[in-house]
């Protein structure tokens, strides 16, 4: 007699029989083929546009080529219509700051509190905002429309042998695509991978697709300092190679993290796996634009006042309080600096970074802040301004270049290190999520520095 | 006013998050890719003086609990018992989708089956119809394009229906093989025997035969913990008509 | 369309451009379910669509959906040809 649940089971396994899995399928199939044989019409001739368009853009010749050309495309345009929008958006704030400033004398209020207030917490947060929206407004609706037209797959396919050879799943190139948006929101979506050595994997080099909150860094730093010898009309083409080279950067050495790692703590065999290649589907051109463009700068303005804001605030404080002689910031990049030099950065360069951990959004408002005598920024509301501030802080193309390797290479911010703790629930691990990129960044600008300066190239 | 839980279910890539977001007017993730939405996202929606609770599952290819996304979206459908099951379908790939319909009408008739993205078949020159298809599977059968909105009404409308009991589905029973049929039928009886009839015995009794292990660890823990009280009614278990 | 196969060979074997019936699964596990679901079930047409740049994975049309697989995989699928239709 079947009274208990384990005797139901006993009593099936007694009736079970091998691969009845495939008649079950199999059965199933034929029910919805029979179904679909009755009440759908398919047309005569089958012309498969996305097969068409798939021998051509996953194509042996072009396959590369083409991609590499579309992430040149899209971080050209991001390039090359920020800049407007970007000196716009500054010049109003700049306008809005001499209002406060006014408001405040009218009021007679004290100059530590408009210091606080309008050099440190506006000027953080406006900075964040016209130069971090433009680009993000620009780069994401593009961004958006290739993913609704179905080309991410194909990045996976065309790129899965890579994943492969290091160890690593091949769904990896779709997190990593995410990535771009946001580092922990690229973290969460590492779910679509099932195996948890690959999925580690995933966690733990994520970081090295430049996000969000760098891309501004990263292509504000080439433009000042890679493409300001060449002639006006090539400048943007010169800091999109260099921003491209970048990233491809980062994915070299995502893959060679992920294959050190599967040969030593994460070792295994990349497990199997399926990748449904979908159709190609004309995207709603300007809904996908408004979304992504409404939704980016939502996000964007957020982190501008959750983060850039207080730390505005405190690198004003840390600037503005003296003990001895110096600002506690001076203290602290004295401190920091023969370290900031062995990387070829300086010591105001690793502050930002500490500072900026919260949001990499931050770290170049801080280094601003940091480099002025007030302790505040300057309205910097035009480029060459800017470079001035650095070339007298002892910037040269060393500096700039070390700062977007040591930018793509350092820790995740905070955000992401929290999602990747939720994530793997593992302190070891999130701690090496912080340190193994970190050490890549040290020792990568460390080496940097030292055969460029060998060289006698600076 | 009544409330009622409505889950998504689908192949991946079907837009399920799409017809969520029309639905509730939410924000989450869409593109054309597999495998978007990894959490578990809910939202909510009236129609008619009812309130709804919108569940955007992942989309699977199947619910045999070969992968964790599956298991999520069987538990989902067989534990939490919602209201209704919407299984969207894309109309490009009737054949395999459709598949995972069969699967839900398995497990619950509480099912509206929507065969979305109709603006891409009828592009590609696709003709369907959808009411020998609902005669044929005896549960509802819309023609949607979700993000053009195309659809939605009818679907709110049947929804009501279904919920409120105006309709009540008949939904196919596949025949297996006779060997499978016999031993199905052999098992049921105990099946019911053991933990009433609020679950769908003649699925159980597949899964047994199929030896998924994961699903029959699941049912002895949740036996154990006294969770499948008896409970009749409900799931009448489905006999070949 | 029964009797002209050549002899079964393995799916990743197939030109680029055939068609093709399932004749076996030679794989166990998780795969060999997934794979079912998907469509590659003995008796299945197969179009074989193309290669990656880097030649692995390989493109397959099934059940109107396009899956890329593997060698790994599609070399423990076995196949035969179908005639020109
Ligand atoms: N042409 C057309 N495209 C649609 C329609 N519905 C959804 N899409 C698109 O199809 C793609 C997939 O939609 P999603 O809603 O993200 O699909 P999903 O089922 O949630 O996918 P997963 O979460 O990955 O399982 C998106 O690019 C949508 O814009 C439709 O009715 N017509
Ligand atoms: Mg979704």
Same mark, same amino acid.
């Given at each position: 007699? +079947? ?32 179904? *679909?044989?009755?009440?759908?019409i398919y047309p005569k001739t089958e012309t498969n546009r996305s097969e068409k368009l798939d021998q051509i853009l996953t194509s042996p010749i072009w396959g590369f080529p083409i991609m590499f050309a579309m992430l ?76 609704n037209f179905g080309y991410l797959p194909r990045v996976a396919f065309n790129m899965d042998r890579l994943f492969k050879s290091s160890g690593a799943h091949g769904k990896q190139a779709l997190t990593m695509a995410m990535?771009?948006? *946001? ?50 009309? +090539? ?15 980062? &994915? ?64 004003? &404080? ?43 959004? &931050? ?49 995740? *911010? ?32 460390? &080496?940097?520095?030292? +055969? ?7 | ?6 889950? #998504? ?61 599956? /298991? ?77 909105? /195309?659809?939605?009404?009818?679907? #709110? ?23 499978? /049929?016999?031993?199905?039928? /052999? ?6 025997? #053991? ?47 | ?5 050549? @002899? ?8 680029? @451009? ?10 166990? @596990? ?24 880097? @030649? ?30």
């Amino acid at each position: 007699m +079947v009274d208990s649940i384990e005797k139901l089971i006993q009593y099936s396994q007694s009736l079970r029989k091998p691969n009845i899995r495939d008649e079950i399928v199999t059965q199933i199939y034929q029910t919805t083929r029979s179904i *679909c044989q009755d009440s759908v019409i398919y047309p005569k001739t089958e012309t498969n546009r996305s097969e068409k368009l798939d021998q051509i853009l996953t194509s042996p010749i072009w396959g590369f080529p083409i991609m590499f050309a579309m992430l040149g495309v899209v971080i050209y345009l991001t390039i090359w219509g920020a800049n407007v929008p970007s000196e716009a958006l500054a010049n109003l704030f700049g306008i809005g700051e001499n209002y406060l400033t006014a408001a405040f004398q009218a009021l007679g209020a004290p100059s530590w509190l408009h210091g606080l207030l309008v050099l440190g917490l506006y000027r953080g947060t406006s900075w964040v905002v016209s130069v971090m929206l433009p680009p993000m407004a620009i780069f994401f609706p593009m961004f958006a429309l290739l993913e609704n037209f179905g080309y991410l797959p194909r990045v996976a396919f065309n790129m899965d042998r890579l994943f492969k050879s290091s160890g690593a799943h091949g769904k990896q190139a779709l997190t990593m695509a995410m990535g771009f948006g *946001c580092n922990a929101a690229a973290i969460i979506s590492t779910r679509i991978i099932e195996s948890p050595r690959e999925r580690m994997l995933a966690i733990l080099t994520n970081n090295f697709v430049p996000c969000n909150g760098r891309w501004p860094t990263l292509i504000l730093l080439a433009s000042l300092f890679m493409a300001a010898g060449f002639a006006t009309g +090539v400048q943007s083409i010169v800091t999109t190679l260099v921003v491209m080279g970048i990233v491809l950067l980062g &994915i070299m050495v995502t893959l060679l993290v992920s294959w050190i790692l599967s040969k030593t703590a994460l070792k295994g065999i990349p497990t199997r796996y399926t990748l449904e290649l979908p159709p190609y589907r004309q995207p709603k051109f300007l809904n996908t634009i408004f979304r992504a463009t409404v939704d980016k700068s939502l996000f964007v303005l957020k982190r501008a006042i959750i983060v850039a804001a207080p730390a505005g605030l405190i690198t004003w &404080i840390l600037a503005n309080i003296m003990i001895g002689e110096q600002s506690i910031l001076q203290h602290i990049t004295l401190f920091l600096d023969p370290f900031g030099k062995a990387l070829g950065l300086d010591g105001f360069i690793l502050m930002a970074f500490i500072l900026g951990l919260p949001a990499n959004e &931050i770290v170049m408002p801080i280094l601003l802040m940091g480099y002025l005598a007030t302790g505040a920024m300057t309205e910097v509301d035009n480029m060459v301004e800017l470079k001035k501030i650095f070339v007298d802080h002892g910037w040269t193309w060393l500096t700039a270049l070390n700062m977007m390797l040591f930018s793509l290479l350092h820790y995740p *911010c905070g955000t992401t290190i929290f999602t990747i703790y939720k994530e793997t629930k593992s302190v070891k691990w999130t701690i090496l999520s912080a340190v193994i990129p970190t050490a890549i960044a040290i020792t990568v600008t460390f &080496i940097t520095a030292h +055969v460029v300066r060998g060289l006698g190239l600076v | 006013m009544r409330h009622y839980r409505i889950a #998504l279910a689908g192949n991946p890539n079907t837009g399920k998050s799409t017809l969520f977001n029309e639905l509730t007017g939410l924000r989450q993730h869409t593109g054309n890719w597999p495998g978007k939405t990894v959490l578990h996202a809910e939202g909510s929606f009236s129609y008619q003086g009812n309130s709804y609770t919108l569940i955007d599952l992942p989309g699977t290819y199947s619910l045999f609990s070969n992968s964790a996304d599956e /298991e999520v979206a069987r538990d989902y459908i067989i534990f939490e018992k919602p209201d209704a099951t919407i299984v969207v379908l894309d109309a490009t790939s009737l054949e395999r989708n459709m598949n995972l319909a069969l699967q839900v009408l398995e497990m619950t008739e509480q099912v509206i089956i929507c065969i979305n993205l109709m603006d891409e078949a009828r592009k590609i020159g696709i003709q369907i119809d959808e009411k020998k298809i609902a005669s044929r599977l005896g549960v509802p059968v819309i023609k949607m394009a979700a993000r053009n909105g /195309e659809g939605i009404d009818l679907l #709110l409308k049947t929804l009501h229906q279904l919920v409120t009991g105006k309709i009540s589905p008949q939904p196919l029973t596949i025949q297996y093989s006779k060997e499978i /049929e016999e031993k199905i039928d /052999e098992l049921i009886p105990h099946i019911q025997n #053991l933990i009433g009839n609020s679950y769908p015995t003649r699925w159980i009794a597949l899964r047994l035969l199929d030896g998924d292990e994961s699903f029959v660890q699941l049912l002895k823990e949740k036996y154990s913990k006294g969770k499948l009280q008896f409970n009749p009614i409900r799931f009448p278990s489905k006999h070949a008509n | 369309m029964v009797a002209d196969s050549k @002899g079964a060979f393995p799916l990743c074997d197939a030109q680029i @451009g055939d068609s093709v019936r399932i004749t076996q699964l030679c794989i166990e @596990g998780a795969m060999r379910l997934r794979l079912l679901d998907l469509g590659f079930i003995p008796g299945a047409i197969i179009k074989v669509l193309q290669k990656s740049p880097l @030649g692995d994975p390989m493109a397959f049309r099934v059940s109107q959906t396009t899956i890329a697989l593997r060698k790994e995989e599609s070399s423990q699928i076995l196949v035969e040809k179908l005639g020109d239709e």
